[in-house]
């Protein structure tokens, strides 16, 4: 049977990750998290002294990136890759409300999504890829045969996460993470390279009052008709 693409881009908490990991799972594909990507090169800008609070040196970054190498180590126990950085396992520390402040400011610069875009088209270029992220769709393979566009309510999207991150023993605010799922929103759908924008071909659901095996029994059933025609 012919391997395809499929690109699901949306917003933050939007299950994205969650139903591309168990698609690809029972496809047999291979699973992008493009976004644990930025979160990386985020990881290493906080630890590097590259970006703070009040301050994001965005030139001396650039001139660092050569340096930064993030990989994918499949993890048979969790039954997924999980991300490293400089060949430590990163997977957990990019996973922080801290991280996610500053990620979206990181995710506008061109120098670094160019990088990581390259990087993602090397992953899929095979096929036989599920890809989450922003643009995956409309930048990184606007070829896809199957494109979903993922959308809820910001106040579900919240929940979802604040109830992720507890569960994790982070201690966070709900407000807090409502904040940052706003405020990254607005980052990524307003920056001028690559904003996250549904693909016209791309298929849009609303999950807010779906349960995440709704959302994926959906999914499932468009990736096998789209595979059965190309077949
Ligand atoms: O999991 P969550 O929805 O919080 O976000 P993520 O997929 O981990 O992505 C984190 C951030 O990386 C996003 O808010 C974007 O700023 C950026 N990103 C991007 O610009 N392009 C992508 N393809 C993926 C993520």
Redesign the pocket.
């Known amino acids: 049977m012919d391997k395809i693409t499929i690109a699901i881009?949306?917003?933050?908490?939007?299950g994205?990750?969650t139903v591309a990991k168990r698609l690809a799972a029972t496809l047999g594909y291979i699973y992008v998290?493009?976004?644990?990507?930025?979160?990386a090169v985020?990881l290493y800008a906080m630890n590097n002294g590259y970006i703070g609070e009040d301050y994001f040196d965005e030139a001396g970054l650039i001139a660092v990136l050569h340096n930064i190498d993030i990989t994918f180590h499949f993890n048979e126990e969790l039954g997924f890759a999980e991300v490293f950085l400089n060949d430590i396992n990163v997977e957990k520390q990019?996973?922080t409300l801290e991280v996610?402040r500053f990620?979206?400011q990181?995710?506008?610069v061109s120098d670094i999504?160019e990088k990581?875009v390259l990087q993602?088209q090397r992953f899929g270029k095979d096929k036989g890829v599920v890809m989450?992220?922003?643009?995956?769709g409309t930048v990184?393979f606007p070829h896809a045969e199957l494109k979903l566009f993922m959308i809820a309510t910001a106040e579900k999207r919240a929940q979802r996460?604040y109830d992720e991150l507890i569960a994790r023993g982070d201690e966070v605010d709900y407000e807090d993470v409502l904040q940052n799922?706003q405020s990254?929103d607005h980052?990524?759908s307003t920056?001028a390279d690559?904003p996250?924008t549904k693909a016209d071909d791309a298929v849009e659901i609303d999950n807010s009052e779906m349960t995440l095996e709704e959302q994926f029994e959906i999914v499932y059933q468009y990736a096998l008709q789209k595979i059965n025609k190309t077949t």
């Open positions: 881009d949306g917003f933050s908490s939007t994205k990750s998290d493009s976004g644990a990507m930025y979160r985020t990019i996973r996610s990620v979206s990181i995710a506008t999504r990581m993602q989450d992220g922003r643009d995956i990184v996460r799922v990254r980052i990524d920056r690559s996250l």
